[in-house]
């Protein structure tokens, strides 16, 4: 998508007044100073779908070498800073409001790089000139997020169904690399859902990855089949394969940025495990 795109005002409504004062002038102290960012989350997507719903947070797609520069900034502002977890995310507080300064995702696949920054298209997000989060990448971050209590192939679906003659289909699968079983998973379902609109995915990507998955049922098994990747999918609902049943991380091989401190740290946060 062009960056000569302007997308439609963003949420206005949808957030408290003094929340909404709060984040229009983190945007704007950031665009101030210069400060590469993105807006994703619930904003960006209104943007790109026109689905509008209230949000609890802005989030905020930052480079990792930035965020000491952007704590610096949020905290001229008397706001309190947190790097919550670091392999992926910080937090700016003002009182119970926040922010999330995303410079990664939760299973460590998809650090935000200076490709993010490219060909970005702007909106006027409560009134501030921002740039917004390529769908492409979006798209890969929401791909992953398969929790038990939060599930994002609805809004993976709203994209497509909103955007398919826009999205850059060659950098999608790109992006995907090694993971185009995932994003053959959520095509296919976008097909379930759309059945009219099946059409709208190129047949050359559906032709291409099916091709690949056909090619991978005839290999034979891998030499270790004691991998699991299903942790980078949920961070809780595939522990008993890691813990009770010795399947390798996923989160633990080269696919992922992540270590074992990165795991415990994530791992120890799941609410459940904090009530044990």
Request: charged share 20%; net charge negative.
């Amino acid at each position: 998508m062009s960056a000569a795109v302007a997308l439609a005002p963003s949420l206005e409504e949808e957030v408290e007044p003094g929340t909404a004062a709060f984040y229009r002038q983190a945007l704007r102290t950031l665009a101030d100073a210069g400060v590469p960012f993105l807006v994703g989350g619930a904003f960006a997507h209104a943007c790109f779908t026109g689905i509008r719903r209230s949000t609890k947070d802005l989030d905020l797609f930052i480079k990792r070498e930035d965020y000491d520069r952007v704590a610096e900034l949020m905290q001229g502002q008397g706001w309190r800073t947190e790097m919550t977890y670091p392999h992926w995310l910080a937090k700016v507080y003002a009182g119970e409001d926040f922010i999330d300064l995303i410079f990664n995702s939760g299973n460590g696949l998809t650090p935000v790089s200076d490709a993010w920054f490219r060909n970005n298209a702007r909106a006027q997000v409560l009134g501030v000139p921002v740039s917004i989060a390529n769908i492409e990448d979006g798209l890969l971050s929401k791909a992953f997020i398969m929790e038990r209590e939060r599930y994002d192939g609805a809004d993976i679906a709203h994209l497509l169904q909103a955007n398919a003659e826009q999205i850059d289909w060659h950098g999608l699968v790109d992006r995907f690399g090694p993971h185009w079983r995932v994003l053959l998973a959520h095509l296919t379902l976008f097909g379930y859902v759309y059945p009219g609109e099946r059409h709208r995915v190129p047949h050359w990507v559906m032709e291409k990855l099916v091709s690949r998955l056909a090619a991978e049922t005839r290999q034979p098994p891998p030499a270790d089949p004691h991998l699991c990747a299903g942790t980078l999918l949920s961070r809780e609902q595939y522990l008993h394969d890691v813990e009770r049943l010795g399947y390798v991380d996923g989160r633990l091989t080269h696919a992922s940025t992540m270590t074992p401190e990165d795991v415990d740290h994530w791992t120890g946060a799941i609410p459940a495990r904090q009530q044990q």
